[in-house]
């Protein structure tokens, strides 16, 4: 068990098991993200301006490839907030124009207004490019780990380093 | 010589690791020369596949997705050729081998071992190559984990080693301490006086009384069982 890491490639060969899985499983993220061309390919909805569509915590699934069709009035969207990385889930309401510099206007079901306030100062409308893909699919409750993670922080390394012990007490 | 650490002797994968990690031990110490080309191709494999995890973690941290996503598939492509690779050795080249060495003989050595879900047995498979490069036989060994682990869990090396000295002709050579021959018997120590099996067996049967009756009563049943049977 632990005595066997006196031998430097055993203790080799373990770390490199966990960083293989550590590893895979990041590597899988960013393949997903290439595939859906989307550098956030899964998000976590923070808020709960798209109910009853979406509740807080539900983990939305996002492509971002325009094979068929263009980005249309109805769809639901993410984006960022210029310069802000907090990713914003609402329905697009206005389209000007088309092709990749049409403007687009989007409004979560849930609020009042649309996002015109939301935007950077002097931003009226968004474009194609600040959109980050639209929602194909979702799971519910999911995500409200994430959120947990966000709002505790100190949770991150405590859940790794737990994963790690246990992998590297574990040889089966 | 027991060793200090103790383990479950209901974990199969702890049984099997313990004796798995003794044999390089035991081999090494009879100035056997291990070879670790398996474990290096595998460190190799497995570490080159976390540097491109690395680079790409590290590109994408720096200079964010949308201007590396080129590179982050490329990356992930080869990430992907690696670990199917490593997975690939690890299935079908190394199959379970735990030492590849060669004897002070000159013999070479290549050792695998597996047991079964639920069967506490460690079945061992040899495969020889003769100093000349001829290939020997493949030596096959079963035994169950209860001749080298006692009821606590310490392994015992001393019949562990035998076992290996044994059923493999080049460890024995090299160790004929260990090498036990068929007419050896096991003496039990008590209080002083050595008992052999012999005498145990005896003691055994005279605590029993009419076990010592019984037992010569069979033969003559068994005798007129067969003549009952011709008739």
Redesign the interface.
Known sequence: ?L??LANP?QA??QL??F??IV??A??MW??L??IT?S?SPIVVVLSGSMEPAFQRGDLLFLWNRNILSETSVGEIVVYNVKDKDIPIVHRVVRKFGIGPKAKLLTKGDNNLSDDTELYARGQDYLVRKDIIGSVVGFIPFVGYVTIMLSEHPWLKPVMLGMMGLVVVLQ?? | MASQEKISVYNLADLKNTSDDAIPNYLNSLKFQQSHRLTDVRLTLGFSALAIAGACLAWDYKFGFDSTKYYTAAAVALYSLLNGALTLWIFYVERGTIYEGTAPSGDKLRISTHSKKNEPVYNVTVEVVGKDGKKGETIEIKRPFTEWFDAAGHFVAAPFQSVLATGIPAVGRADPKRVMRADDKVKVEVGGTEYTPEMLAMLASSMQGAGVEASGAEPKSGKKGERRRKA
């Open positions: 068990m005595s066997g490639r080799a060969a490199m098991n960083g293989l590893s895979t990041f590597m960013k393949g993200s290439v061309d550098p040889r089966e």
